[in-house]
């Protein structure tokens, strides 16, 4: 049985909150896409998809919790 750190659970959610961040995000683009009228909400699902997925990239180098 492997005892697990309070560090690391944090760092499991913290990859859980970005991953379903970029989810919501992916979706929000796609439906943007596909609904003619709302270009604009596949600008905004986008933008936000790239600056969480940078945001996870860099937390995750930086090597903090």
């Not at 600056?51 to 995750?60: F, K, L, M, P």
């Amino acid at each position: 049985m492997k005892i697990v750190s309070a560090s690391e659970r944090t760092v499991a959610a913290m990859i859980g909150l970005v991953i379903t961040l970029l989810v919501v995000w992916l979706i929000l683009a796609v439906v943007g896409i596909t609904i003619k009228g709302l270009f604009w909400l596949a600008i905004v699902g986008i933008v936000l998809f790239l600056a969480t997925a940078i945001w996870g990239w860099v937390r995750r180098g930086s090597g903090t919790t």
